[in-house]
């Protein structure tokens, strides 16, 4: 296999190791996941959509100068671990995680927002490890376009996590074994709550079928080179939980990460994550284990590890908005009321976002994560000026130009929401977010 090397970015393509399959279309994952098959007998695919304007990479990754190709990278030390003990396989997993610095501040997996450029400007603002998007393990194995528009990669992104959702372990294995190379965990996504995962029967839904899980994860803890990790979300009974995550360990998972709520609790800003399960999970497990759930500043990041002594935490919707979180930066919303100092942090979310645009143009993706991306960071702008929203929401066709036009006029409207840091001397913080 040859691929790119790691100075430039990297996108797999048919070059990787599986031989290729005839490929269906597939221009984004949320149009595809659905026909995701559910029996031994997968259902006739769609006819193929028309690409989109949003679907397009932002630029052409072909146009940057590249290095010639010298092979594909070495695999992370380490072995499948068909004859382990238990107690090996723990030792192993901690030597694991320990080699990559015992990361705390993590990226969590999100479908089309967890990308390359989004990666690399969390971990410019203190994020110490990222997942991918969620990848669909079927039509990463069966189609070329879905594997160099959806996977892309680079030197700087390490500690990585390339998550899957499967539901076929030898399909599982044939998609993990074309990114092995380039990552630190090969994840199974246990912990999709959405209606989509439930008519595709993968994420949150296999909890009604453990021993599929258990097959998934066995599949690909004796055949990798590198660990396999789970996500999960909680049972409603705890001891189910426990149950649960002990059979994911005894199955050759090597770390686990633990969304606090359960399968049907989707709305993270009204239901709380319960630490206490994740707690539980963390003492009765061998291996590192993850917090998720309830993060949205750093406060909330030592709180949680205190009180769940958890390894590291993941944070995913409060990232969307502020991408300088693990760096310490605060939004306006929780800083109102607060009885600690805040000043103005000197940095705005409109200036992250042209940071993140930069990063697009450097590792190119589909113009549908970019204007996402747009509306979550900018989305407390937008409430104000809600006509520059109107104007992004009109333009079928994306530009660098035309996005950097639209900071620009948030800029010449006289529109700044700062992001605070804590500090000894006080600042008053009006209801929109503005110092006084």
């Not at 110490?128 to 959806?150: D, G, N, V």
């Not at 805040?342 to 940071?355: I, N, S, T, Y």
Request: a neutral charge; aromatic letters at 8%.
């Amino acid at each position: 296999m040859r691929l790119k090397p790691y100075g430039f970015i990297l996108s797999l393509s048919s070059a990787a190791k599986a031989p290729p399959k005839p490929a269906m279309a597939a221009s984004s994952l949320a149009r595809t996941s659905a026909d995701f098959h559910t029996s031994s007998a997968p259902p006739e695919p769609p006819p193929p959509p028309q690409d989109l304007d949003d679907d397009l990479l932002c630029s052409d990754p072909r146009a940057r100068d590249r290095e010639p190709a010298d092979g594909a990278p070495p695999l992370p030390d380490g072995s499948p671990s068909r004859c382990l003990s238990a107690g090996s396989r723990a030792e192993r997993a901690w030597a694991h995680w320990a080699g990559l610095g015992r990361p705390r501040l993590i990226v969590a997996p999100m479908v089309d927002n967890s990308e390359l450029p989004f990666r690399m400007l969390c971990r410019k603002y203190g994020a110490e490890a990222a997942y991918t998007p969620m990848l669909h393990s079927r039509i990463f194995t069966e189609t070329e376009k879905y594997r160099s528009t959806e996977f892309t990669t680079c030197k700087e992104d390490r500690p990585l996590f390339v998550q899957f959702c499967a539901n076929d372990p030898d399909i599982l294995l044939e998609a993990a074994r074309r990114v092995e190379p380039y990552c630190d965990y090969v994840d199974i996504n246990l912990g999709c709550p959405q209606r989509i995962a439930r008519r595709g029967n993968y994420g949150a839904f296999l909890m009604d079928n453990l021993p599929l899980v258990k097959s998934l994860v066995q599949k690909l803890a004796l055949n990798l080179n590198v660990p396999v990790s789970c996500k999960i979300r909680v049972f409603p009974k705890l001891e189910d939980t426990l149950n649960y995550a002990r059979m994911l360990e005894e199955a050759g998972c090597s770390l686990l990460a633990v969304h606090g709520r359960t399968r049907d609790e989707k709305d993270g800003k009204k239901i709380r994550a319960d630490w206490s399960a994740i707690k539980a999970v963390k003492n009765a497990l061998n291996i590192p284990v993850l917090a998720n759930g309830n993060i949205r500043h750093m406060d909330d990041v030592e709180s949680c590890l205190q009180e769940t002594g958890a390894d590291g935490v993941l944070s995913a919707e409060t990232l969307l908005e502020n991408p300088a979180l693990f760096a310490g930066y605060q939004t306006a919303d929780w800083i109102v009321g607060s009885e600690e100092s805040h000043k103005d942090g000197h940095l705005d979310q409109a200036q992250l976002l042209v940071e993140y645009l930069k990063f697009c143009e450097k590792y190119p993706v589909p113009w549908r994560m970019i204007r996402s991306h747009m509306h979550k960071m900018l989305g407390d702008w937008f409430k104000i000026h809600p006509q520059v929203r109107d104007e992004l929401n009109a333009q079928s066709k994306l530009t660098f130009e035309f996005l950097y036009g639209l900071v620009n006029k948030l800029k010449d409207l006289g529109l700044r929401i700062p992001l605070y840091v804590k500090d000894e001397d006080v600042v008053r913080i009006s209801a929109n977010g503005s110092a006084t």
